[in-house]
């Protein structure tokens, strides 16, 4: 199994243990509480999507990872999302060592 492989079956993992929060709403909940330690967005996410999560992911100083399409990030997760976000340092530090960041 490769690491993008790994990293995907992470925020799945990270989704069952409640430490992973999906949609938009939800996502930009989590940055403007300062609870996210990491948004996962979407590579295919429309224009309008990746400025409001560049410029958000920015003004909060949380880090933005852009590297799975909307079809691989939806399959890890069981929902249809174009983002999420991680909550909780240890899932964010796994991810980090697998996606080489």
């Known amino acids: 199994m490769i690491n993008k492989e790994k990293a995907l079956n992470l925020l799945g993992?990270?989704?069952?243990?409640?430490?992973l929060k999906t949609g938009q709403g939800a996502t930009l909940d989590a940055i403007r509480s300062t609870r996210a330690k990491l948004v996962i967005m979407a590579s295919d996410a429309?224009?309008?999507?990746?400025k409001i999560f560049n410029?958000?992911?920015e003004s909060y100083d949380v880090p933005l990872f852009s590297g799975f399409t909307q079809e691989e990030i939806s399959r890890a997760i069981g929902k249809n999302r174009t983002n999420c976000a991680l909550i909780d340092s240890g899932f964010v530090k796994s991810f980090n060592q697998l996606t080489e960041r």
């Open 46 to 50: 429309s224009p309008n999507t990746q």
């Open 55 to 57: 410029d958000k992911c």
């Open 13 to 19: 993992l990270a989704m069952k243990a409640g430490k």
